[in-house]
């Protein structure tokens, strides 16, 4: 019977380490593996700001493309939620090598919603293109985004994160060209391992909206308010309406799933698997070392 019991609790043992096992497995390939739509990116904005309070709002998974002169600064802002490792990259198109006086050197830069520069883990941040180099790639991967970070800290929080392409390095004649530029933001899951306690009570995007920047204040003390009413009633319907002012913003561009809580992370679902494993092995242990009740043979007659 003993031997039943210490064959029974030794399955049972091997049976949910097994378990355990092949989750976490299946878990940290789900989260290593990118998806099917990963490498796929939408058509995104077609136009690129000149400066964080412009910066143009990229949705997730999509990649943004701008006509620009080689020289200017080109802004775009991306949404990154708690527990997301993104990496930001770049592709400019060069003017044809016979409009072109010399190498040229370009460079990328991630700015967190607090608008504090953040350093690239690893990648091209940097790169020199040469006379005859028709395109230069850069890439940026920055540290996993935490939900709550020390005041003092300046490690990644959830909010946008704005991108910034320019020409570090060129010769004077070639400022001016034309130059295409293709971002996008490549986001994986950072796992339970960077989970903390704790959450921002919102993320930091910018406090701007689509409607201030088309309504331009309250309207009674904006003169160029009053002044394009009266050239629209003076016009009448021969008036033609100019182009809308309303632009997709920062803080109308969230991640797809929208902004987690942030209390939620695969550290519970290890927290529970422990549990559980620690009662099979309390009561394994207890199987195999108590001792039996009565003795294995009763005398006759006993």
Known sequence: MRSLRTAFTALICTT?????????????????????DAGESTSGPTQAGTGFRDATAVPPGSAATAEASSGDYLYWAFPVDAGQRPTFKAEVTLPQATARHGDSTWRIDVYDGLRRRQPCMYGMQSRAAGQDTGSVALSCTLRPVRSLADPWSDHPLPGSYYLRLTVTDAPEKDLGLPVRARVEADLKDAGGAEAVDGTLSTPLVPGASAKDAEDGGDGKDDESGQDGKAAE???????SPGPSTTRQTASSVEPEDGWSSGWWSDRWIWTAAGGVLAVLAAFGGRALTRRPQRPSRVPPGY
């Open 16 to 36: 949910v380490l097994a378990g355990l096992t092949g989750f976490a497995g299946a878990g940290t390939a789900a989260a290593e593996s990118p998806s099917p």
């Open 233 to 239: 009633e003076e016009g009448g319907d021969d008036a």
